[in-house]
């Protein structure tokens, strides 16, 4: 019994040991001082916590959009029409020399239901379902979401935490929460059946 | 013993009663806790991040929200989860009693269950329905483990007394110092103390995330980014509670003991452990916790009242034990009973009972829902939009809930001229004989709650809403329809409760109606209501204070449309910003008979000291 602890306390320790390394192997990539447990942390909630868009997305797509970068990607063909950045999303909208407009969604992970047409490093793409079928229009717009997506920094990412929890939340089934629920209910009366017996007896002894 | 506890059961469950009533009053948190328990038994979607609070960046509540969402399961409604709280807090009564008598004797139990009882309002709004109200509960049942821990330190006590802290950690934020109380009793086992201590503060920890993970990391992601941001707070003073002085004399009485060496002092230091472990970590937070800009509310150590009873009955009951003879002391836990069944509220020495209460009640709400629907065949949307009261959004959010969805046709209900006010009104003020128009919903000693049904010509469906902020901004005006039953708030209102300043000016149309009516408009002046003016109607009158108009109708012209035009000075002493919620203010408007009885009552009401 006393081996067989040993070894599972030994397991644990490789575990959290090895996810403190491979942690911290990460961190180092990008070159950040910040300090491991925030990072840890902001990596654990972001897939676990919804996360909004700060202004300073808006800020570095504009940013990106007068740089004249994405000149090549819409050549003679299409002009950017529209770029919105609104809690979970930027809605994305070019417009061909016809005047016929394509959209193009870049969502947070979990936050649009539906398959995306591509995925990127911080969003998945959805072009919109109204869009005329033009190849060079989703080509177009997906090289485009691939631009934005590498532009805006991951600190335009927050948590949706200004008024409290996001109403995109992940949710869980009812019945985990009556389980915990009930579980919750049989602690307290377990505490109470043994703690009055504990009190009656343990006194007396 | 078991005479006493049943004795003590019935008086405090009583005691109770007559403080939280028999419904909750409306209230935000209780709505909003609602709608999660009905998303999360409806759509099959429960929250594991909790709700926000008060506290920026921080959420909290999971397993209330959950606790909430097993009585709705088991067909227990908001009133009734109000009477499991009440009926959870006479439990604990007779478990602190249960403490108080097998740690000390009986002196002690009546003590600590008088102690526990004494001065409830004060430290949560017991009226209401909301995760505060199950921490008298809940800390009891903590002060029971911790002691439990003491008297028989092993894996399995400390365990039960760390998952217990786990729970109220996730009940509500305040409660998370509870996981340093299971370290601290499980640190005086006279055997394997750091490793129970140890074990103690890892199932802590692990069952306070595992029941919400994303709480937990939401929560600590949101310190890490705040904690430069935390600087600029400043200290506030640390409000006075009716705990203070008890945990002064448990603190005290601990601290002269060791001043006393007998063996009397020793045992009271035994006995007193587990509750001060309880005590002090919290307490200690609570008290260090202004200089960092925290406002120390009473309901944050709500918790800790069963803990605090029980410290300062000790020492108490050592000098009455002394003082009174064998038999008074038995009769103690009777006299408490008797004390607190016959004279409730005075023997809890509660200044606030739900007698006092003129907030409206969740049973006051569904009553008026089903008055209007089934008496006055009112649609669901016609009590969203034509009911009218000085309780603003807190009571059409609770309309929401107290209206069956099935009765929520939407679409319009045609153009019928119908309106009713809902007021909680001095008894003293209430007109005499009382018109037809006027039911009674409520009566208790402090207020009467009334339905006034009138004949109303506003039409709700579309406002033009004008705002012009004080800062000198130009001002913009918007033409707005409002579907309460999809969204309660007026799209275009400033927001309340945002300390907004400037003038808000409506429009409103009214019904066409037959030649010779006469309807009129009252703006009251009333606590927490803000106070505006009439600017302009189609035809009649204006008062020289703005309050009121009598709008004539002298032929029937559906050509042009009639007018009202009102405006709110939010910001001024009318309308200051605890009074502007959001929502369009209260005002009556209707018929000139009874807007003319409602207006007199309410001035009544408003010269009444």
Redesign the interface.
């Known amino acids: 019994m006393k081996r067989c602890t040993v070894r599972v306390a030994r397991q644990l320790l490789r575990c959290v040991l090895g996810l403190t390394i491979l942690s911290s192997s990460g961190f180092a990539a990008d070159g950040s001082d910040e300090?491991l447990?925030?990072r840890f942390?902001?990596r654990?909630?972001r897939s676990?916590?919804?996360r909004c868009l700060t202004p300073a997305a808006g800020t570095a797509m504009s940013e990106l959009v007068g740089s004249g970068a994405l000149q090549p990607v819409l050549g003679s063909y299409f002009v950017l029409k529209r770029g919105n950045v609104g809690g979970d999303h930027i809605e994305i909208e070019i417009e061909d020399h016809t005047h016929a407009t394509y959209g193009l969604t870049l969502a947070l992970p979990g936050t649009k239901t539906g398959e995306p047409a591509g995925r990127g490093a911080r969003f998945w793409y959805y072009l919109a379902p109204t869009n005329a079928p033009d190849p060079r229009a989703a080509e177009a717009l997906l090289a485009l979401a691939q631009r934005f997506d590498a532009a805006i920094p991951e600190a335009a990412l927050?948590?949706c935490?200004?008024?409290?929890?996001?109403r995109e939340?992940?949710?869980?089934?009812?019945a985990?929460?009556?389980g915990?629920?009930?579980l919750?209910?049989m602690?307290?009366l377990?505490?109470?059946v043994?703690?009055?017996r504990?009190?009656?007896?343990?006194?007396r002894e | 013993m078991k005479l006493a506890s049943s004795a003590l059961f019935v008086a405090a469950l009583l005691a109770n009663l007559r403080l939280g009533g028999t419904s909750p009053i409306v209230w935000i948190d209780t709505f909003n806790d609602e709608h999660e328990v009905r998303r999360?038994?409806a759509d099959?979607?429960?929250?594991?991040?909790?709700?926000?609070t008060s506290v920026?960046?921080q959420?909290h509540a999971v397993?209330w929200?959950?606790?909430r969402?097993?009585l709705a399961?088991l067909g227990v409604g908001i009133d009734g989860a109000h009477l499991t709280m009440l009926v959870s807090n006479a439990l604990a009564v007779v478990?602190v009693f249960?403490?108080g008598v097998?740690?000390g004797n009986v002196c002690a139990g009546t003590f600590a269950a008088w102690l526990l009882m004494d001065r409830l309002d004060a430290f949560a709004r017991m009226t209401a329905l909301y995760n505060t109200s199950p921490l008298l509960f809940?800390g009891t049942?903590l002060l029971?483990?911790c002691?439990?821990v003491i008297?028989?330190p092993n894996l399995?006590?400390v365990t039960?007394?760390a998952?217990?802290a786990a729970?109220m950690a996730n009940v509500h934020l305040a409660c998370a110092m509870t996981g340093a109380s299971v370290v601290w009793v499980a640190l005086l086992a006279p055997r394997r103390r750091f490793a129970l201590a140890a074990f103690g503060a890892l199932v802590f920890v692990l069952g306070t995330f595992a029941?919400a993970?994303?709480t937990w990391?939401?929560n600590?992601?949101?310190l890490?980014?705040d904690r430069g941001a935390r600087g600029h707070l400043v200290a506030v003073n640390v409000a006075y509670n009716p705990m203070m002085n008890w945990a002064l004399l448990a603190v005290g009485a601990w601290i002269a003991s060791f001043a006393l060496r007998t063996d009397a002092a020793a045992a009271y230091r035994r006995q007193v452990q587990g509750a001060l472990a309880v005590l002090v970590p919290s307490l200690a937070v609570f008290l260090i916790a202004p200089r960092y800009g925290f406002n120390a509310e009473a309901k944050y150590i709500f918790h800790l009242k069963a803990a605090c009873a029980l410290a300062a009955a000790l020492p108490l009951a050592a000098v009455a034990q002394r003082l009174l003879p064998l038999r008074m002391q038995q009769a103690l836990p009777f006299v408490l009973a008797v004390v607190l069944a016959v004279s409730g509220d005075y023997g809890a020495r509660a200044r606030v009972t739900a007698a006092d209460e003129r907030t409206p009640t969740v049973a006051d709400v569904a009553a008026v829902a089903h008055l209007l629907q089934s008496e006055q065949q009112w649609t669901g949307e016609e009590i969203l939009r034509n009911l009218k009261t000085p309780e603003g959004i807190t009571f059409l959010s609770g309309l929401r809930y107290a209206l069956p969805p099935t009765l929520h046709p939407v679409g319009a209900p045609g153009h019928r001229e119908r309106g009713a006010i809902f007021l909680t009104l001095d008894p003293a003020v209430l007109p005499e004989p009382m018109p037809p128009s006027w039911r009674i919903v409520r009566r208790t000693r402090q207020s009467v709650v009334v339905l006034v049904l009138m004949r109303s010509r506003i039409d709700w469906r579309e406002l033009l809403v004008c705002i012009q902020p004080a800062d000198g901004s130009p001002q913009r005006c918007d033409r707005r329809s409002w579907q309460p039953e999809h969204e309660l708030f007026v799209a275009h209102l400033p927001p309340g409760g945002a300390g907004w300043q400037g003038k808000l000016r409506l429009s409103l149309a009214l019904h066409p109606t037959a030649a010779g009516f006469v309807d009129e408009i009252f703006m009251p002046r009333m606590p927490f209501v803000c106070g505006g003016r009439v600017v302009s109607t189609p035809a009649g009158t204006i008062s020289a204070d703005q309050r009121h108009a009598s709008i004539t109708t002298p032929a029937i012209d559906q050509a042009t449309p009639a007018i009202v035009t009102l405006e709110w000075q939010i910001g001024a002493p009318e309308c200051h910003d605890l009074a502007y919620d959001g929502m369009v203010p209260f005002f009556v408007e209707g018929d000139a008979g009874t807007v003319s009885t409602v207006a007199a009552v309410l001035r009544r009401q408003e010269r009444a000291p």
Not at chain 2, 44 to 52: E, I, K
Request: charged fraction near 10%; aromatic fraction near 6%.
């Open positions: 300090p447990l925030r942390v902001e654990l909630d676990m916590v919804s927050a948590p935490a200004g008024a409290g929890p996001s939340e992940p949710r869980y089934p009812r985990l929460a009556l915990s629920a009930w919750g209910v602690v307290l377990g505490t109470i043994y703690g009055v504990a009190l009656a007896l343990g006194l | 999360c038994l099959d979607s429960c929250t594991l991040t909790g709700v926000s920026p960046g959420a397993a929200l959950e606790l969402t097993l399961w478990l249960y403490l097998r740690l809940l049942v029971l483990a002691t439990a008297v028989r399995v006590s039960l007394a998952l217990v729970l029941m993970p994303p990391l939401h600590i992601s949101s890490l980014q």
